[in-house]
């Protein structure tokens, strides 16, 4: 869902997306599935800050977004759920 002056509107059926003035919605998932498939990968919130040129306290911030988004208490939690709801993938 898009929170856009708050009211709701669907968006891919399973994440929810606050629109943030110069931070377009669409990259924001993006960059937030991006941090998950490195969670699910077992990287830690500083190296996944170095792969993906952010601050470490940026990682923090949309880990705590994913967790709010999927209802996850923990890293591993919302890893499962977005392995369940088809959201990240493992490859190899």
Request: glycine share 10%; charged share 20%; with cysteine.
């Given at each position: 869902m898009i929170w856009s002056s708050g009211i709701p509107?669907?968006?891919?059926?399973?994440?929810?997306?606050?629109?943030?003035?110069?931070?377009?919605?669409?990259?924001?998932?993006v960059v937030e599935q991006e941090v998950l498939q490195h969670v699910a990968r077992g990287l830690a919130n500083k190296e996944i800050a170095?792969?993906?040129?952010?601050?470490?306290?940026?990682v923090q911030a949309h880990l705590e977004r994913i967790f709010q988004k999927l209802g996850a208490n923990d890293r591993m939690h919302a890893v499962t759920i977005a392995l369940q709801r088809g959201i990240i993938r493992l490859d190899g």
């Open positions: 509107t669907p968006l891919c059926g399973h994440a929810l997306v606050v629109h943030h003035p110069g931070y377009p919605a669409e990259a924001r998932l170095e792969v993906i040129e952010r601050l470490g306290e940026t």
